[in-house]
């Protein structure tokens, strides 16, 4: 079974400030896995980022992922006020299929 | 626009089995994507539960698979999650999603089941 574990588990920045976000893989998987939600209080997850670096549909491009392996980063080139929140990495595996989140980064001021 | 909205009683006794079901618009439940049930712990991370396809494959949680039921439901265009022997760490907000590939795209608003007498 995968574990991911999600470092540092908060992160506090002032708006403007770049926020870097990291995500380790128990074992290798393709980076074609790994995906990146942001949650806010009271809200379902919103995918931001699929197989590892591509934005989904709607996402600003301050918003960058990138690695391979077992390590992955997400990253936020100027947080804006909207920004602060809690972001889960999540990797498949499979067959049979299995989503495995990591334990969330929460982004606060 | 893909939406996707749960339903059922926000509470369940201990024992007994959580039923919900989630409606689908702005897509067919028969168009190739697998379809899942996620839940959220108050104050928690989140945790996969399942998922089913429109043929009526399904995939489970191996900490929860003698206890779940995913199925799709063509006619209404609908899938839903069967939860038997539940207890107070069954509660939680649980969220019904469209997969795509390998995460999940679209998810809906959520709804919490209390387990508790």
């Known amino acids: 079974e995968i574990v991911l574990t999600q470092s540092p588990g908060t992160l506090s920045l002032s708006p403007g400030e770049r926020a870097t976000l990291s995500c380790r893989a128990s074992?290798?998987?393709?980076?074609?896995?790994l995906a990146w939600y942001q949650q806010k209080p009271g809200q379902a997850p919103r995918l931001l980022i699929y197989?590892?670096?591509n934005r989904a549909t709607d996402i600003p491009d301050r918003f960058s992922g990138s690695g391979s392996g077992t390590d992955f980063t997400l990253t936020i080139s100027r947080l804006e006020p909207e920004d602060f929140a809690v972001y889960y990495c999540?990797?498949?595996?499979?067959?049979?299929?299995?989503?495995?989140f990591g334990q969330g980064t929460k982004v606060e001021i | 626009q893909v939406q996707l909205q749960e339903s059922g009683p926000g509470l369940v006794k201990p024992s007994g089995t959580l039923s919900l079901t989630c409606a689908v618009s702005?897509?067919?439940?028969?168009?190739?994507?697998?379809w899942s049930w996620v839940r959220q712990s108050p104050g928690k991370g989140l945790e996969w539960v399942g998922e089913?396809?429109?043929?009526?494959?399904?995939n489970y949680n191996p900490s929860l698979k003698s206890r779940v039921t995913i199925s799709a439901d063509k006619s209404n265009n609908q899938f839903s999650l069967k939860l038997t022997s539940v207890t107070a760490a069954d509660t939680a907000v649980y969220y019904c999603a469209r997969n795509s590939k390998w995460e999940l795209m679209w998810w809906g608003q959520g709804t919490l089941v209390t387990v508790s007498s």
């Open positions: 089913t396809f429109h043929d009526g494959r399904s």
């Open positions: 074992q290798s998987g393709s980076s074609s896995y």
């Open positions: 999540q990797q498949f595996t499979g067959p049979p299929s299995m989503y495995t």
């Open positions: 197989a590892a670096s």
């Open positions: 702005g897509a067919s439940i028969s168009s190739g994507n697998w």
